[in-house]
């Protein structure tokens, strides 16, 4: 469910609409005496999808200034750096979101797409099937997570 602007432009995002995400996200700038870093970030994204690479760099370095640990902000470096051709710097940016939350799924799998990009079949191999266990295991979490909820609301309703 989308709540409120940041969740309307995850939203319009999912949907493939980018420019009017983007719009709604730069409005928000303007209007916003302070700009939350997953703001800046989402409006990043969307820059980024747009064409605007230097655009997309600058707000994923102005969060990662505020924020030097934040994962999304890190992969998303990595994928322009990626596009880029870069591949040395996507990797460092990817491994330190990685190391930021060693579930995250996408910069996981970007390091897939990049070590094939780059030759380096074993490591893609590897790292695919690091994906693939991290997106089970979090399969699984999901469901214990929603098992729990379940419990504690039917202990409530029986109170």
Known sequence: ???????????L???????????????????QA???PRHLNLL??????LGH?????ELFMEVLQSRPRDAAAL????????????????GDYYTRALRENVFLKEPRF???????????FDRAMTAYEEYLAI???????AMACAIIVLLFLLLVARL
């Open 1 to 11: 469910m989308a709540w409120g602007l940041l969740g309307k432009a995850e939203k």
């Open 13 to 31: 995002i999912d949907q493939g609409e980018t420019r009017v995400a983007a719009e709604i996200l730069r409005r928000g700038v303007r209007e």
């Open 34 to 36: 302070k700009v939350s």
């Open 44 to 49: 990043g994204v969307c820059e980024a999808r």
């Open 53 to 57: 690479r230097e655009m997309a760099r």
């Open 75 to 90: 992969t998303n470096m990595g994928n322009l750096c990626f596009l880029d051709r870069d591949h040395k710097a996507a």
């Open 110 to 120: 970007n390091l897939v797409s990049l070590y094939q990009d780059m030759g380096h």
């Open 135 to 141: 997106a089970k295991a979090n399969r699984w979490v």
